[in-house]
């Protein structure tokens, strides 16, 4: 069993962690701002809605593209060396919308294209993906239907040229400034899971809707909402696989999702630790470091368990997947580990930072709403107990 990182992988962790801390952290110091807040790491830049500059810049650094062929101008890494490349993004950008927007268009959008889609397919849309020329939006979720894939309501209605859409999705992430959209659609509904289809859709072609973002609680950087197909023309070549084999492809992009999206989570969680660190041996109560009372160290030490606990899950996970399989347990654990210990620990961030954890501007709220995200999305904890009972034989 082997613990440490080849050189190459190291050194494609420091040199994303580096660029996108750089990237991202160019503003004022907290102390030009607040003179007493020279014992806080200084302020990070509130998300502001989608940037496209910023998308560009995560192109250019190749994280969108990260795991697909590099024949389509991807990095054609392994789930593994992906999740490190993204727990080093989690890690280094204050905007953990926009990692997770990163991450939704990689896993759910590029690779069941890569599994699935015809070679014209791939070679139309890929490369502009992975360069960050496009963004793409996965519409799956219903809001009748949020984790019950096999009872969609939007319709794809055969015709003599291909398909024609009907129906709205809800909370489709980057949807509101998609150019591409991976749209799941009932082509025969007495099929149960076996009737579900996967299309690639144009944004701005006939019939397609995009609703404003909607308001949340975080992730801001990563727009969301509904979006609505009114008789949307599909070609036959925009199937992604075959008629009826969508639910295959769902939980394709579902097991990249799991493995390699939650890394963003353990390098947020990692960052958290290294600020509350560096603030607990600064700031002074009662005469004494704060690190120096139990209360505070030992509730450090409690983030620090979490992180390393749930990262060997991930990338046990992520190594399964890298030998051509993973086990429903693995994911289930890992996504379930993952995201409570972001939440977790986050929370603890705020109490370690009491009223700067609580103020905007220095990245713990935004850290503690963003994480709460985590446990809803790719499959609720709930969800996951579930699966994981269910691998238990319960």
């Known amino acids: 069993m082997e613990f440490s990182?080849?050189?190459?992988?190291?050194?494609?962790?420091?040199?994303?962690?580096?660029?996108?801390?750089?990237?991202?952290?160019?503003?004022?110091?907290?102390?030009?701002?607040?003179?007493?807040?020279?014992?806080?790491p200084?302020?990070?830049?509130?998300?502001?809605?989608?940037?496209?500059?910023?998308?560009?810049?995560?192109?250019?650094?190749?994280?969108?593209?990260?795991?697909?062929?590099?024949?389509?101008?991807?990095?054609?890494?392994?789930?593994?060396?992906?999740?490190?490349?993204?727990?080093a993004v989690g890690r280094g950008c204050p905007d953990t919308g926009l990692a997770f927007a990163a991450a939704a268009h990689l896993f759910a959008c590029l690779m069941p294209i890569v599994a699935f889609g015809s070679p014209a397919l791939r070679e139309r849309v890929l490369p502009g993906l992975c360069s960050g020329e496009l963004v793409a939006g996965n519409a799956m979720t219903e809001a009748e239907a949020g984790?019950?894939?096999g009872s969609l309501r939007t319709t794809a209605t055969r015709v003599p040229d291909g398909y024609l859409l009907n129906g709205t999705k809800t909370f489709v992430s980057n949807g509101p400034v998609a150019d591409l959209l991976v749209v799941y659609a009932t082509t025969d509904p007495g099929a149960g899971h076996w009737g579900t289809t996967g299309f690639v859709v144009d944004a701005d072609g006939s019939g397609v809707v995009a609703g404003e973002p909607f308001a949340k609680l975080g992730l801001e950087g990563c727009p969301a909402g509904?979006?609505?197909?009114?008789d949307c023309p599909v070609p036959e070549s925009a199937v992604v696989g075959e008629p009826g084999q969508g639910a295959a492809v769902f939980q394709h992009s579902m097991g990249w999702e799991r493995a390699c999206l939650f890394a963003l989570y353990v390098g947020l969680q990692e960052r958290l630790i290294d600020d509350c660190v560096t603030y607990a041996r600064k700031r002074r109560q009662f005469g004494r470091r704060i690190a120096e009372f139990q209360s505070v160290s030992n509730?450090?030490?409690?983030?620090?368990?979490?992180?390393?606990?749930?990262?060997?899950?991930?990338?046990?996970?992520?190594?399964?997947?890298?030998?051509?399989?993973?086990?429903?347990?693995?994911?289930a654990l890992s996504k379930l580990a993952v995201s409570e210990a972001a939440l977790?620990?986050?929370?603890?961030?705020?109490?370690?930072?009491?009223?700067?954890?609580f103020r905007k501007g220095f990245g713990i709220e935004s850290a503690l709403r963003d994480s709460v995200a985590?446990?809803?999305?790719?499959?609720?904890?709930?969800?996951?107990?579930?699966?994981?009972?269910i691998e238990l034989g319960l």
């Open 344 to 357: 977790t620990t986050a929370t603890d961030a705020v109490r370690t930072f009491g009223g700067r954890g």
């Open 5 to 40: 990182w080849a050189a190459d992988q190291q050194q494609r962790y420091d040199s994303t962690l580096m660029e996108v801390t750089r990237y991202f952290t160019q503003t004022p110091s907290a102390a030009e701002t607040d003179p007493r807040t020279d014992l806080v």
């Open 42 to 87: 200084g302020p990070v830049p509130e998300p502001d809605g989608f940037s496209r500059e910023a998308w560009r810049f995560l192109g250019d650094l190749g994280i969108l593209g990260a795991c697909v062929p590099c024949e389509y101008g991807g990095q054609g890494l392994g789930a593994l060396d992906t999740a490190r490349v993204f727990e």
């Open 299 to 331: 509730r450090i030490v409690d983030m620090k368990i979490r992180l390393e606990s749930a990262r060997l899950l991930l990338y046990r996970t992520c190594w399964e997947m890298d030998q051509g399989g993973t086990s429903g347990l693995s994911a």
């Open 374 to 389: 985590a446990t809803l999305f790719s499959g609720t904890s709930d969800i996951q107990r579930q699966l994981v009972a």
């Open 226 to 230: 509904a979006v609505e197909f009114q």
């Open 147 to 149: 984790s019950d894939t």
